[in-house]
């Protein structure tokens, strides 16, 4: 039986019609990217865990499912705590079942004599170089060009708070409007990471609140009405200010 987007799928299942894409109009192969939930063995795709079929453009397909244990996955960008120095290594909790580690040379413009200034209970955006059962996860601060692109220590004024991973996912859904609709009468920083992790920076206390609060309802509401979600968001700091 074949698979398509958006069918419920289990583990074991096979996506023969995803391993056999090819490009519109020409015989080659289209290059296909398995995010979470899937896993190659040779010519074929199959699924290792439980959910619905994604497909995000070009050519990435992924499992969406509601779990809690994230599961690192190279070249995701997560929220983490820096939990120990050991060398020039800094041991990182992402959320998941081992630490990252992160070295100070992973950095923009990092060396030897010009070290990042990082302390233990810091939070870092960084994504994830390499992630895999065998090893241990990697993290870097920059991307693939060397800079900094919003990554590195987040300002200790923000706020960090958890949520599911499929919230996540939603979130960062280029057709989620829930970050631009908020951003049209609320100053705010954020960063989101994959593994579940979100910090919010905002002008006041109970801004940053009202923001996290947005976010944590919008798990359970619909696109079309996210923009009632953000009225009454406004209507409550209007009344608490």
Wanted: charged share 25%.
């Amino acid at each position: 039986m074949e698979i398509n987007v958006d069918d419920t799928v289990m583990p074991g299942d096979s996506l023969g019609n995803v391993a056999s894409l090819k490009k519109e109009g020409k015989n080659e192969k289209e290059v296909v990217i398995l995010g979470p939930g899937l896993r190659r063995e040779g010519e074929a795709v199959l699924v290792c865990k439980a959910g619905i079929l994604r497909k995000r453009e070009p050519a990435v397909y992924y499992v969406d499912s509601y779990q809690k244990r994230y599961v690192p996955s190279r070249g995701e960008n997560v929220v983490g705590i820096v939990t120990q120095k050991s060398g020039d290594i800094y041991k990182v909790d992402i959320g998941g079942s081992e630490q990252a580690t992160l070295s100070y040379l992973a950095f923009e413009g990092a060396t030897k004599k010009n070290r990042p200034d990082i302390q233990i209970g810091d939070v870092v955006y960084a994504k994830l170089l390499v992630a895999n059962k065998d090893m241990e996860p990697e993290l870097v601060c920059v991307d693939s060009q060397g800079k900094e692109n919003d990554l590195g220590v987040l300002s200790s004024d923000g706020m960090m708070f958890t949520c599911s991973l499929s919230l996540v996912r939603k979130l960062l859904n280029p057709e989620c409007p829930l970050f631009r609709l908020l951003g049209r009468n609320q100053a705010y920083e954020l960063a989101a990471g994959l593994n579940g992790r979100i910090w919010i920076k905002a002008p006041s206390v109970k801004e940053t609140i009202a923001v996290a609060n947005a976010i944590l309802a919008a798990e359970y509401t619909v696109p079309s009405e996210m923009q009632k979600l953000c009225n009454k968001i406004e209507k409550i700091l209007i009344l608490i200010s």
